[in-house]
């Protein structure tokens, strides 16, 4: 099968990987709702093109946090890339790296923060706060001296979301072999020991925001966004920029589409921080659209994981330039020269 279009990719990677494997990847919690109603959004927005405007070209590039990047397109963090691939996140990391993009990990990475930051990608850390304060804040000062340029924290996950495709699959672990490799410390005598399980801690509340931030100097993200008045506390409490997201669907089922939250988040912000949004973004058109509502980028989750499935770096290189000509195109088509100018003039409701 030619393979044209990121739905196409989806294909062959569930094709090429184990079915388990595919399953933890493409599935979300419960009846998958959410999963579904992320893409479906986009489905029914239209876009309202103008005419005669002259747009020889377009201009994609911007700085997120202080970060240049290419296009407004990022790399969510998911788990376990070695899973999907070999090479795992450092193929991520030098695929984001040759599209100029920034490359979040995941703290559940299957390859070493210190690794990836090696390969010159522009890196963020994501961070599950663990119980343990004192793990959290070793792995904080591990994140900044490997050079990442910001800590995304994810804030929807009190608990694990229940997928029951996996629960069908059996797939409660990694394979042998694999470990989150940042949930190791580093013993006296230089080893890294044993990997912790990552702990999903329920009574996580803002102080624990206000202790990141008084423990470090990178930029905060809070990931997990969905409610305009967190959106406003969370700026309170000292967040650099928010992603609004519902965890691809994975965490709580029935949540609205991230595109249907996002006007109100906006709104709420008002300009003050730079609104980021992933979930269901599989087409250049749906760029267009979530930066129409207000998003300064997009962040994309599976997509990213086929890529790799299928061909490792190369694969991964391919969605991000896929994304990248979808884009231009949606925006020569729309009469737009950047997406920092689309607005809601641009879509019918
Ligand atoms: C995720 N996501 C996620 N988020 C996070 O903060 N930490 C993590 O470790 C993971 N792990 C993870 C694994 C897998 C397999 C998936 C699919 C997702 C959520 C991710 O960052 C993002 O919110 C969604 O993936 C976005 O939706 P799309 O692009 O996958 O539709
Ligand atoms: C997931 C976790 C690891 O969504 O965030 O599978």
Redesign the pocket.
């Known amino acids: 099968m030619a393979v044209l279009s990121l739905r196409d990719l989806a294909e062959v990677a569930r094709e090429r990987l184990d079915p388990a494997a595919y399953d933890y990847f493409a599935g979300g919690a419960d009846d998958e709702v959410t999963l579904r109603a992320n893409e479906d959004a986009y489905g029914r927005i239209g876009l309202v093109p103008r005419v005669l405007r002259g747009i020889a070209e377009r201009r994609l590039d911007l700085a997120i946090l202080g970060c240049p990047v290419s296009l407004p397109v990022v790399i969510a963090p998911t ?1 376990f890339h070695r899973l999907a691939h070999p090479d795992g996140e450092l193929a991520t990391a030098r695929a984001a790296a040759a599209a100029g993009t920034v490359f979040i990990s ?1 703290m ?1 990475a299957t390859t070493r923060i210190e690794e990836v930051t090696e390969t010159g990608a522009t890196t963020w850390f994501q961070l599950y706060v663990q119980p343990d304060r004192g793990f959290t804040e070793a792995l904080v000062r591990r994140v900044e001296t490997a050079g990442c340029r910001a800590l995304v924290i994810t804030v929807d ?1 009190p608990v694990f979301g229940r997928r029951e495709r996996d629960l069908r699959n059996g797939f409660v672990d990694l394979p042998e072999g694999l470990a989150c490799e940042n949930l190791r410390e580093l013993g006296r005598d230089g080893t890294w020991g044993p990997a912790r399980d990552i702990e999903f801690v329920a009574d996580l509340d803002w102080s624990d925001i206000d202790r990141l931030r008084e423990m470090t100097d990178l930029p905060l993200v809070l990931k997990g966004i969905t409610h305009p008045d967190d959106a406003q506390r969370a700026i309170e409490h000292g967040a650099a920029a928010l992603c609004v997201s519902n ?1 691809g669907g ?1 965490q709580l089922d029935t949540v609205p589409a991230t595109l249907d939250l996002l006007p109100a988040i906006a709104h709420a912000v008002d300009g003050r921080v730079p609104v980021l949004l992933d979930g269901g973004i599989r087409r250049g058109t749906d760029v267009v659209k979530a930066c129409a509502l207000g998003a300064s980028a997009v962040g994309i989750g599976r997509p990213v994981l086929w890529g790799l499935a299928v061909d490792g770096q190369r694969g991964v290189e391919w969605v991000l330039e896929a994304l990248r000509a979808e884009l231009d195109r949606a925006l020569a088509l729309c009469g737009y020269a950047s997406p920092g100018e689309l607005d809601s003039a641009v879509l019918r409701c």
Do not use: D, L, M
Request: glycine share 0%; aromatic share 0%.
């Open positions: 788990a995941s559940a996950s965890h994975r």
